[in-house]
């Protein structure tokens, strides 16, 4: 293990599977110790469960990240269980394959409620901890191709994650001063079950573990002098997504 993160506390919202699970593996092998958080109590013990084969140290909290009164919760639990905070991954998702005629107000607002409202109110309950601690810290958001660039099959994904992105240059400018660093990775298609394959290429769709790569690379100190960056590792994915 290269222990990157080593003595370093993380939060991996929707951490239980896929894109999330990944992350909290690899940032466990680097040597953080990981609150996973998502809202199945059995997938995320089995998820603490393979970040503690791959000699990780995790631990579960099952919240649902749109709850009142979870962004705090979450937090605490962290600080509770490893003694403070220095990573906040804000991975957790909802995605509709719908055109705009076809989104209910149901589905709109629960892509609002998790994809925006959450990650801004754990990057506010974080950079508390962070700056009482006054080490500085890191906050790492999932964000997507759709971030960026425009498609009519996925309205609410394309609102929120846009909006994502303005949250994350905001903030960072925000906690600049506190030297706490917010920054985000774009994916773009991502290939299933590919959490232990590195080095896809610009011919293929990104993998889990090239976008965990890169967000453990955003949670160490190696990256302490980056801010309000977007990384786009969109890999084969063009401008716009097929069905």
Request: hydrophobic residues 50%.
């Amino acid at each position: 293990m290269s222990q990157l993160l080593a003595d370093k506390v993380a939060v991996v919202t929707g951490g239980s599977a896929g894109l999330g699970l990944a992350i909290a593996c690899a940032l466990g092998i680097d040597g953080a110790r990981v609150l996973i958080v998502s809202r199945s109590e059995e997938r995320c013990r089995k998820a603490v469960a393979r970040v503690e084969e791959k000699g990780g140290v995790a631990a579960a909290f099952p919240m649902d990240v749109t709850a009142p009164g979870a962004p705090a919760r979450i937090v605490a639990e962290a600080v509770s269980r490893f003694s403070g905070l220095d990573v906040m991954v804000n991975n957790a998702a909802v995605f509709y394959w719908k055109k705009l005629f076809e989104l209910t107000a149901e589905e709109w607002n629960q892509a609002v409620a998790t994809n925006l409202t959450a990650p801004f109110l754990l990057t506010q309950e974080a950079a508390k901890v962070m700056i009482d601690q006054g080490r500085g810290g890191a906050v790492i958001n999932i964000t997507s191709i759709h971030g960026s660039v425009a498609d009519a099959n996925v309205v609410a994904q394309c609102a929120t994650k846009f909006g994502l992105s303005g949250l994350t240059a905001a903030t960072a400018e925000a906690l600049r001063e506190f030297e706490i660093r917010v920054n985000a990775v774009a994916p773009g298609s991502i290939e299933p079950n590919s959490a232990d394959r590195r080095g896809s290429s610009l011919k293929n769709k990104v993998t889990q573990a090239d976008i965990a790569t890169l967000v453990a690379f955003l949670a160490s100190d190696l990256a302490r002098s980056v801010t309000g960056a977007t990384i786009e590792a969109h890999g084969s994915t063009r401008t716009v997504i097929k069905a």
